[in-house]
């Protein structure tokens, strides 16, 4: 799918929807194997504004119904069936996993995905699998969520129960519109131009996120140009959003902003220079939290900064008014 496909419009209030899968149950759909529902507040009241969801029920897709009986996990940690907890001999395994990989092919465009905690077809992770005795025996990932993940690796995914945790919510969400803007200015018409501008607005973002990861993208980039841009593009694409999901913590985030804040040396006077420091210092001790030492720096980056350390991702990676670094 292309670029111009990446994305919808909310009709009443004008404003672009990046597209995102998400289990059908979170947003009230009554598709459980008792007929109930796992509604999302945070989703439908918050993301929704931002989000376009295409909602699926992988057991719902392959037939099972509602209400209907239960599945669960059964056997091998790393290769589980999913077996009927009433009945072993349904077993749908072969039919969740390819669901789970026949909704990736078809669904090229989206830009994340939002599983239901602990479901059998779709956890993420920590589902629990059985011993066919019916005792715990350990926890892997839902069949559906697992092929799908194995399908696209560089797609943002994320279970909803984990989205109350700020960090977790913040990297998810800052991820989905890393790949929107990637579909929206690189897919359309690629070329190895593209990327090394895609890839000059976010090098902030990856060293927040991986200084490692930001070294070896430079370095991937550099040694690219004998490279074929069909084999360029999904390459760096699996490996910049590998790097983003890492956690990016107080240290990486200080010294970020530390070396955005080295843009201003010469443009202000000692005391900002020295707020600046303080502010940033205090993040990292943990006393203030992101949004306050970032709204400085880019008080001062709006009058004295380059067009290049304006452009920055890092400085806006996504609505502000979803106040993610409030609570970072």
Not at 112 to 121: H, N, R
Not at 144 to 167: K, T
Request: charged share 20%; hydrophobic share 35%; proline share 6%.
């Amino acid at each position: 799918m292309n670029g111009s496909q990446n994305s919808m419009t909310d009709k009443t209030t004008g404003v672009q929807q990046i597209p995102v899968g998400i289990s059908a149950c979170l947003l009230g759909q009554e598709v459980r194997f008792n007929g109930g529902h796992k509604r999302s507040r945070y989703c439908l009241e918050v993301l929704q504004e931002c989000f376009h969801y295409e909602s699926f029920c992988p057991e719902m897709a392959i037939g099972l119904g509602v209400p209907r009986q239960p599945i669960r996990l059964v056997g091998d940690n790393a290769q589980p069936q999913a077996l009927g907890t009433d009945d072993p001999d349904l077993n749908v395994t072969d039919a969740l996993i390819d669901s789970g990989r026949n909704f990736a092919a078809s669904h090229s465009h989206l830009c994340g995905y939002i599983l239901t905690k602990g479901s059998p077809s779709c956890g993420m992770e920590r589902v629990k699998v059985y011993h066919p005795n019916g005792n715990p025996d350990g926890s892997g990932s839902g069949l559906f969520a697992r092929a799908l993940m194995d399908a696209m690796p560089w797609l943002p995914v994320e279970e909803e129960a984990r989205l109350n945790d700020p960090v977790l919510r913040e990297n998810f969400i800052l991820r989905v519109f890393a790949l929107h803007h990637w579909k929206q200015v690189v897919e359309p018409e690629p070329s190895f131009h593209k990327i090394q501008q895609f890839h000059a607005r976010y090098k902030y973002t990856l060293m927040a996120h991986s200084y490692p990861g930001y070294q070896a993208l430079g370095r991937l980039l550099a040694d690219a140009t004998a490279m074929p841009l069909e084999a360029l593009m999904p390459e760096y694409l699996n490996q910049l959003m590998g790097y983003l999901k890492e956690r990016a913590g107080r240290k990486s985030h200080a010294n970020t902003l530390l070396h955005i804040f080295g843009y201003l040396k010469k443009s202000i006077d000692g005391d900002c220079k020295q707020e600046l420091v303080d502010t940033i210092e205090q993040y990292r001790r943990g006393e203030v939290h992101l949004v306050v030492p970032l709204t400085l720096l880019k008080h001062y980056l709006k009058r004295y900064g380059s067009e290049y350390i304006n452009e920055q991702a890092y400085l806006d990676p996504y609505p502000h008014e979803l106040g993610l670094r409030n609570y970072i």
